[in-house]
């Protein structure tokens, strides 16, 4: 008996009593209270309590139970008293900071749920406000262990202030970068960018407080340091798919050399085209008129106006356009001639299609173009390329038969 009427035997068995006590407390609420008080919340209609559940912020609040019962204990205690209430402020402090730290986790996937969260992102504010809540803890922790009052701590950081930007450069600039990003509408999580000094053409994933995320359209990867979009250019198309058309930019070349005017023989053929009709009386009546005004001698082509089949084949384009159902009538329209190469005559054909989505307007263009280079050969036009084998081996072949070498 005179071994236990020690005072510091005394205060081990309670400190042992209520540890046991706290961790039994602990073990019936985790594992009978939560999984029920679970089921319960399950069959509300909503969902956030389910986010704080797998986010694990009611585990959290389960570890101040043993705390709670510590505290009831240590009161009685002698010897250890003081030495056990310090640890015990500094584990509060700790699971305090833990339940805090999945609850802004929790609020950040609640929030992410929510439409809003598309155009402005708030995970760098959240990841700020994780390490604000850590180096608050940490600070306090620090004073309980020393026995010494916060607020020496704080008011020391105005002497090490130059360390801690150094320190921090990176989360400062990022931070306000985010901020700059969000504030401006720049970025958002699902945003098609293409930054080329990154090597980065995809979705954003991710935008978080040091990095911004990209999958590349090859599957693969970009992480962008996030202060480095405020100071460096990158192209956001999210304007296309908002505006409600893909831009179709592409030529097809024209010999030069196929390009004549319209005869008796070629006129009457295109007038059989239903997309020209209109375009063909309206112009042939024109140029009559006009011709007949200046007393034009038709005799040679030359002198006047007259239609050329290059001419009626961008009409037509034209028409074919504004007639197809996959083109969105309500954007810029056009089919021009660029300026002349050694490649041909390049014509142009510049509309935006309404499906934005990439398979179907690759498909939408594919179409076009395949009825554009069929139907060229009606105009008398040719379309450029530069000769290949088999031309060559054609046009030596042409040449041996002129010549007797080969029989046709």
Do not use: C
């Not at 730290?101 to 959240?126: E, H, Q």
């Not at 590349?216 to 962008?224: G, L, V």
């Amino acid at each position: 008996m005179g071994f236990l009427e020690k005072p510091i035997v005394r205060d081990l068995l309670l400190l042992v009593f209520g540890l046991a006590l706290g961790v039994l407390a602990h073990y019936l609420v985790r594992i009978h209270l939560l999984p029920r008080l679970q089921k319960l919340l399950r069959k509300t209609r909503i969902n956030w309590d389910d986010v704080l559940f797998e986010q694990g912020v009611f585990g959290a609040a389960a570890l101040l139970i043993p705390l709670v019962v510590m505290f009831r204990v240590t009161p009685f205690l002698t010897v250890l008293q003081g030495g056990a209430m310090q640890l015990l402020k500094v584990v509060a402090v700790t699971v305090v900071a833990v339940g805090l730290d999945r609850l802004l986790r929790a609020g950040l996937v609640i929030y992410n749920t929510f439409p809003i969260s598309v155009r402005l992102p708030i995970k760098g504010v959240v990841q700020i406000l994780q390490i604000a809540l850590w180096a608050f803890a940490g600070t306090i922790i620090f004073s309980q262990l020393l026995g010494q009052s916060p607020w020496i701590f704080l008011s020391g950081l105005g002497a090490v202030s130059a360390v801690l930007l150094v320190v921090f450069q990176d989360t400062i600039l990022a931070f306000f970068a985010g901020l700059q990003l969000t504030l401006n509408d720049q970025v958002r999580v699902g945003d098609w960018i293409e930054v080329p000094k990154y090597n980065a053409d995809g979705s954003v994933v991710e935008v978080a407080l040091h990095y911004v995320k990209v999958r590349n359209w090859d599957r693969s990867i970009t992480t962008i340091p996030t202060h480095k979009l405020t100071g460096d250019s990158f192209v956001n198309w999210r304007g296309m798919f908002e505006g409600g058309g893909r831009r179709i930019k592409r030529s097809v070349l024209i010999d030069q050399t196929s390009v004549r005017f319209l005869d008796e023989e070629l006129l009457e053929r295109l007038s059989k085209i239903q997309l020209l009709q209109d375009y063909l009386a309206r112009k042939t009546e024109e140029i009559a008129e006009y011709n007949r005004r200046h007393n034009i001698d038709e005799s040679s082509l030359v002198n006047g106006r007259h239609l050329t089949n290059l001419g009626t084949f961008r009409a037509y384009l034209l028409a074919y356009l504004q007639n197809h159902p996959q083109i969105n009538q309500d954007l810029i329209l056009l089919v021009r001639q660029l300026p002349p190469t050694t490649n041909g005559l390049p014509m142009e054909i510049y509309a935006f299609t309404k499906d934005t989505a990439w398979v179907s307007h690759e498909s939408v263009a594919a179409d076009i173009f395949d009825h554009v280079l069929a139907i060229i050969p009606e105009f008398d036009l040719r379309v450029f390329q530069n000769p290949s084998g088999h031309d060559l081996a054609r046009a030596v072949a042409e040449r041996e038969v002129a010549i007797g070498l080969r029989e046709n």
